[in-house]
């Protein structure tokens, strides 16, 4: 895989990650999105929604990472 190659899927999967986001945060807000299951679900679904949020915040961190990290170098082949 050339350098080029490498930068563009790991900007595709930051995109993903930056997409998934606010789409979490989308959900939390909505109260009717929530509305059909249980009080005690609710509460569950929101604290699942809440980790996704941290853990695609945490994803989008080391692609950007790994973006900075690959365009530094000079090698081309990985």
């Known amino acids: ?3 080029e190659e490498l930068l563009v899927m790991l900007q595709r999967g930051l995109d993903e990650e930056e997409k998934a986001i606010p ?3 989308k959900h939390l807000s909505t ?4 509305s059909g299951f249980k009080p ?3 509460v569950r679904i929101k604290e699942l929604l809440l980790l996704l949020k ?5 994803h989008a961190k080391v692609y ?6 690959v365009k530094e170098v000079q090698q081309d082949v990985y």
């Open 23 to 25: 789409l979490y945060t």
């Open 40 to 42: 005690e679900a609710q």
């Open 31 to 34: 109260t009717l999105f929530l």
């Open 1 to 3: 895989m050339t350098k």
């Open 64 to 69: 950007e990472g790994l973006l900075a990290s």
């Open 54 to 58: 941290k853990e695609s915040e945490s």
